[in-house]
Structures are given as C-alpha cells and as structure tokens.
C-alpha cells in the first residue's frame, strides 16, 4: 500500500480525530559480511556445515583465547561505507554488550557501541506510484552508522524435549549493523528501501544479502503519531525472513497500533515476532523488561584505524597490513542507481525497465548483448526481454542463466521480425516453439511450421481470390484490396 | 660459591629480576646464606634499580573531600545480581560493595579537565588486522567433549532463559544446597 492509500484507508472507517495519523519506521538492518573467516577467528564462514565444525575455541568462549581482527571484514565496512555515502571514522572502537542467551556463550557481544566505523550515510531508493505502478518515485533515507559486530550462534529449539540445540558455527561471524533514522511511513517504502540496499550490497560483494537464508536480518521500529506531535512509543518488529513479509509486518503493526490508539488503549514498548502464516505480529515471551546491557569498553582490542590515504600511513607500517580509504574507493564498482541511469540514457529505455533489468540477476548482461547482436533498436528490444524472456523465466521459477534461448538466439528472431520476414504475433509464437526446443534454430522452426511472411502480391490476391470465392455472400471487394495491401500472414490450411 | 652462581640461569641486562642461587648451593640453612644473598644484590646494582618506592608514598583522601557515600539499595542488588549473576549473599557481601565504591571514589579527587580519556594502555599500538585465511576450526570432538550433555554433535541449554528466582526463592533453595 503506498502511503496515499493508508490515509484513504484509514479516513473511511475511524473518526475524525485519527484522519492524520501516520505510521513511522525505523530499520535495523544486520548484513552478514562476506568473508572467508570469522570476524575475531580464523574459522571458516558457510552456511551449512555439520554442527559445530566450523568453530574455533576463540569462538566457542574458552577461557584464554583473544580476539583478532580480520582485515577484509574492515575493509568490507568501510566499501559500504563509501557505497552509502557515510563519513568514515578514522579511529574506531569496540565495545562489550552483556547479556545472557546459550547461543552466545561469551555472555557479551563484541561490537562497536561508541564510535562505529561509519556515521552519517544516506540510502538512496525507488518505489513505483500510480495506479499503473509505472511512476518513479525517489525518496532517501539516512544512515545513522554502521557499526562491525559478532554475529551469536543458532538455537534450534525442541519443545517436544523441551531443551535448545545450540550450533556454534555461525558464532562470531562478522555482522555489519545499519542502523537507519526513523523516516519511513509504511512498508512500502520500507521494501523498497531493503531491496535497493541487497542490489547495492551484492554489487559490492560485501553481502550477499539473502533474507532466506539469514545474510540480512532486519526488524523493524514501528510507532504511529500525528505528524507534528511528538513520537509514539514503538515496537521492535522481528522474525522477519523476507522483503514481502517486511512490508506486511510493517502494515500490520502500523495498523495494529491505531487501532489500540483508537480504542484509547495504550501502545507497549515490547518486542513482537511477525507470524508469516496468519500476517500478524505476536508478543515474543523471552524478552525481560528493559535490558541493561552495561557496555563497556572491549579491553583486548586497541582502537582501529583507518587510513585516508597511503601517504598518510605512518612510518614503519605495512601499507599492505592497513586499512587504506583511497585504495578502496577504487575498487568501488559501478553501483544499481549509476548503472540504471547509464541504461536508460545508453538506450533509451523507459526508468521503469531499467529497474527490471538491474533487478534480476545477469538480464542486464543478456539485455545489452542482444542490442549489440541485432540489428533493432533497443527500445525494441526490451519489450521482447520484460515481456517475453521474463514471462517465461517467472512462469517456470527460472534464473536469467538458465534461459533456454540465448541471446543470440534471441536477436535472430528479433532480426526477422523486424525485417518483415515473419510478423510480430508469428514472432511471439515462434519464441515459444524455440523454448520449447532449444536445439532448434530460429530458421528451422519457421521453415518447419512454414509460418514465413508472405509478401508476394500474386501469392497474396490467390489466396484471398479463393477465401472470397468459397464466401461469394459476406464479402466486400474492397476488403480484397485492403488484405493485399496488408502485411499480415496468411497461415495457409 | 662463585663459580656455583656463575651457573645460573643467565640474565639480560635491562632485566630487573634477581637471580636466585640454587637452595642446594646456600649450603647449610645457616644465617648467612641470606647475608651473601643481598651482598650479591648490592654488588650487581645496574642489574636491580626496583621503581617501587621502599616506603609508601600515598595519604588517604579526607573524608570531606569525597563525594557522599553510595548506598546500594536491595532493588539495586537484585538488579545487579540478575545482569551479572553475581551472588551477592548476604549483607557482608553488600558491605565489602559498598566500601569497595568508597575506595573508588578517591578518583573524584584528581584534577582531569582537559586529559582525553583513555580505555587501553595500548592506544598508540597498531590493531594488528589478520588475513581472511581460514586458520581454525574442525575441532568438533574436542569441544562437544567439554560438556556434560550434548545431543548429535549440538550442546543442549535450556527451552529460552530461565528467569533469575526472586530473592525469598533462591534463600530457602539455596538453604538446601550444598553452600
């Protein structure tokens, strides 16, 4: 629902004194840094693996061990960072969070509380509007910090036996924490956000910020007020395994809390879980009152510093062994929002198909190499990848990479209609014909089906002269003229 | 006896431990082995120059200079008890608390305007950054061997955490235990 439509929504039912209220959200998003090793250790980071395997005795709270920094999970910060257009702090600290939970066996999380890596960044990201879903509209988000963090082990909780099974693997993996400022009014925008922040994250390879598979966690601050008026009292939103399920949660809470509000309930300052069967938030029991987490300074870690510049690494360091700003601005590739202007003033495509093209993985690279291989113009060429290619991808659950047809294949076929050799309806239905067999070559298929284009006048005027002779009755001569004139095929019985 | 000391674990210059003889070689527990012992300590004085003062230096704050004295109440012990899973147990234990803060609030004393606060002696040293190599792990075994339960290679904790009992509760169950 856009935001249009939640106000429209609400004026309906409720009475006047709630007409203006309006949702806020605020996003906590935690990205699982891509790396080969942990955040503090050197044990391996991957999904699935047996139980416990992939945990090192740092990682596992053994008395004596230390923490040691991974240089490639800074630098992976830092790249967002600059993605994100934050400051980055030339001198960072880390900090102890206390509290208790078996799938951290520490009893403190090492992160950075006081001074994170980065501050000060802005999301920038787009939803379509209008009843057509076809209007652009661009709105940002700003970025409080990011801050590194341990990620905690997984529970796997067995009610029958009631005990919790606790795998470690995931235990000090380095997390990359977004905190983002309040300013969102629904979930829309909030999936929006979420998704642009996945495409800009993939790009950069610092996550590969898959929901479904726990590589970017968010929950979500939701609370509602009247604009003007001071904050309501929030909640925390969690458990929340996709960006579909993001904007419901977000609606529901939204509405859940208006209409507490309006009943002249209050709203609790609590924790609640999003149930993905019944689309509605719960209270989640475990949490007590109002945690002290009693921060402190991480004692076995000096401050970390990063540097602008190679010149400004002092004597006697490796630049090698540091953290350099420059070297990784370099490195920075060209990211989602540059990528679609570049797309849309390259070829002049509509801005909403450079969204669909950026979206899906590899259709760029398959768009741009049928526009070199053929002869037709890009614009063109796009309605045959949006509509065509993606429809049959969607259809079947099928990756961009796992097309049937290539794009040379693909611009062949285009090349035919568009020389007028076959019409554009044939076209469509030999495309079908070459996904089904995609060993068949384009010129194979039409010639098999005889569905070539007839353009011979004489060949033209016989056949209409025999539909016309067999129906005397019901048609008009100049009816005869027009059909010659025409270039439409004939699919001869 | 000199050639015996001669043969002791060698020492580096800047170091200022003392080398001690080997208690067979003081020869018979008599009165002056230990003489011979600070001879040999005043003699090699580049080796030994102690930095701790032989007399205390220090004079306790005046009382009216500290701040006024903390008192922890019982909400805040059981407060602190259920963070830290401390026990505190009994008022003894919330005296030495108390005087502990009295002690620390000597600190208030010192004059710190304009001093940066510092969290680590080792704030001018590089953090040293690892290489993302895959160095550790796969040690399974070993550490499921470091607890009491476990169930197909996974530990096993309780279903969520289990609430710290109220005071009244943890008195009369500890009544029982062995402490």
Redesign the interface.
């Known amino acids: 629902k856009s935001p249009e439509t939640f106000l429209f929504f609400i004026m309906i039912p409720y009475t006047g004194e709630f007409l203006s209220m309006v949702g806020v959200v605020g996003l906590e998003v935690h990205a699982q840094i891509q790396s080969t090793s942990k955040l503090f250790s050197g044990s391996h980071v991957r999904f699935l693996a047996p139980p416990n395997s992939l945990v090192s005795h740092f990682d596992a709270s053994l008395p004596g061990t230390l923490p040691v920094l991974n240089r490639r999970c800074v630098e992976a910060a830092v790249l967002t960072g600059l993605a994100l257009n934050c400051t980055i702090n030339r001198k960072s600290l880390f900090d102890r969070k206390h509290y208790f939970y078996a799938d951290m066996p520490a009893g403190y999380q090492i992160t950075q509380q006081r001074v994170p890596i980065a501050v000060n960044g802005m999301l920038v990201y787009s939803h379509f509007e209008g009843r057509r879903r076809n209007q652009v509209v661009t709105k940002s988000v700003k970025i409080k910090q990011i801050q590194l963090e341990q990620d905690s082990g997984k529970s796997l909780h067995d009610d029958e036996q009631s005990q919790t099974l606790i795998d470690l693997n995931r235990a000090g993996v380095g997390l990359m924490e977004l905190v983002m400022e309040p300013e969102m009014c629904c979930g829309e925008e909030a999936a929006a956000a979420v998704r642009e922040l996945q495409l800009i994250l993939q790009a950069l390879g610092t996550c590969q910020a898959n929901m479904a598979e726990g590589q970017l966690r968010v929950d979500a601050n939701v609370s509602v007020h009247r604009p003007g008026e001071p904050l309501g009292v929030r909640t925390e939103v969690k458990n929340i395994n996709s960006v579909r399920h993001l904007a419901k949660a977000i609606d529901y809470e939204i509405q859940r809390q208006m209409e507490v509000l309006q009943s002249a309930g209050k709203v609790l300052n609590e924790t609640r879980a999003f149930d993905s069967k019944s689309g509605n938030t719960i209270p989640m029991r475990d949490k007590e009152g109002l945690q002290d987490y009693r921060f402190m300074p991480e004692p076995n870690l000096p401050p970390l510093f990063v540097y602008e510049s190679k010149a400004s690494v002092p004597a006697g360091v490796d630049p090698a062994q540091v953290v350099v700003i420059d070297r990784l601005s370099a490195q920075l590739p060209e990211l989602p929002s540059v990528k679609r202007t570049r797309l849309v003033e390259t070829y002049g495509i509509l801005q909403e198909h450079s969204f669909t093209l950026v979206n899906e993985d590899g259709l760029m690279d398959y768009f741009e190499n049928v526009v070199q291989t053929t002869k037709a113009e890009p614009r063109k060429v796009i309605g045959w990848v949006i509509k065509e290619l993606m429809g049959n991808l969607n259809s079947q659950n099928l990756k961009v990479s796992q097309s049937p047809i290539s794009p040379c294949a693909l611009a062949e076929l285009i090349n035919l209609a568009e020389s007028g050799h076959i019409s554009s309806s044939t076209a469509k239905q030999v495309f079908q014909e070459m996904w089904k067999a995609p060993e068949k070559t384009v010129g194979q298929i039409v010639k098999e089906q005889d569905l070539w284009m007839i353009n011979d006048k004489e060949e033209l005027q016989k056949i209409c002269r025999r539909i016309v002779d067999s129906h005397p009755e019901e048609v008009n001569p100049n009816c005869i003229k027009a059909l010659i004139l025409a270039s439409e095929t004939f699919i001869t019985q | 006896f000199a050639r015996a000391s001669r043969a002791l674990r060698p020492t580096h210059p800047r170091c200022g431990v003392l080398t001690l003889p080997a208690l067979s070689d003081i020869g018979s527990a008599s009165g002056t082995s230990w003489s011979r012992w600070t001879y040999k300590r005043e003699s090699s004085n580049s080796a030994w120059n102690s930095k701790v003062p032989q007399i205390p230096t220090w004079e306790p704050v005046a009382e009216n200079q500290l701040p006024p004295p903390t008192r922890v109440s019982p909400d805040l012990v059981d ?1 602190l008890e259920r ?3 401390v026990d505190f147990g009994s008022k003894e234990g919330v005296d030495c608390l108390e005087k502990a803060i009295r002690f620390a609030d000597q600190l208030h004393d010192i004059n710190t305007d304009g001093v940066e606060p510092m ?2 002696v ?2 001018d ?16 075994e070993d ?2 061997q ?1 607890a009491k339960h476990t ?11 289990i ?1 710290l009992p109220k005071r009244e509760e943890r008195s009369s169950m500890l009544k029982h235990s062995e402490f």
């Open positions: 407060k963070l830290a899973l969290d680590s080792l704030e040293r590089e953090l040293y950054l690892r290489d993302d190599m895959i160095t550790e792990g796969e040690c399974a550490l499921l470091l169930v197909e290679e996974y530990f096993v904790a309780p279903p969520g955490n609430p």
